[in-house]
């Protein structure tokens, strides 16, 4: 029947869209990646030189997030809902987003250090991003929905760990720093970082969404 050729047509270009959120997935693990190594570099040389790689990431997830939309608008069928495709690109460009801007800070205050809880809070970050890559990888098919969910569990553990890390170092910092500028710009940077792991969640929760729509 013409129907079946057609559907026959259509349904690989579904592998296009995993191919772009799997794109999505690495822009944002090798992001965090190098946040961890631009908050753990020794001198503001350093961290500069890692903060202009960052920024060269931030511009390769945006051109996915625009493929995903000329992909969903010229593709009639979809592996899930459209909506639910889009949600979950524009959350891991969110990521990438966050880390980009949460970085230039250390440009444009010439940070000559990070504070206390920070390579803590960006090492959560990463494998926040490590579990989401993992996950994404897994929803071709949409067989093995349990794995997701399971990293989906880590990233909320990781998420939940952060938030305590944030308040004991937010607390530090009003404790301990007598010069305000650097107490604005330390507490303005650990907010970027906690704000991150945030955005990893909702990464969580969008592929939790897809689990339980398929399921």
Known sequence: ??????VKWLLPREEHF??????????????????????GAGSLAERETIVSRISDAE???DDVIHE?????????VTPFDRSDIFNLASSLEGIVDAINATCMQ???????????????LAGKVEKACGEIKAAVRLLR????????????????????DGDQVFRRS??????????????IKHKEFLEGLENTLDLCDNV????????????
């Open 59 to 61: 511009h390769a997830a």
């Open 170 to 183: 937010i607390v530090e910092i009003f404790k301990n720093e007598r010069d305000a500028i650097s107490l």
């Open 106 to 120: 250390i440009v444009m205050h010439a940070m000559e250090d990070v504070p206390n809880g920070s390579v803590d």
């Open 68 to 76: 995903v939309y000329d992909a969903l608008n010229r593709t009639f």
């Open 1 to 6: 029947m013409w129907l079946d050729r057609a």
């Open 204 to 215: 969580a929760n969008a592929l939790d969404t897809l689990v339980i729509k398929n399921s």
């Open 141 to 160: 098919g949409l067989k093995r929905l349990d794995e997701i969910r399971a990293h989906c569990k880590a990233i909320y553990e990781l998420e939940h």
């Open 18 to 39: 995993f191919d772009l959120l799997e794109k999505g997935a690495d822009c944002a693990a090798d992001t965090g990646t190098l946040l961890s190594q631009c908050v």
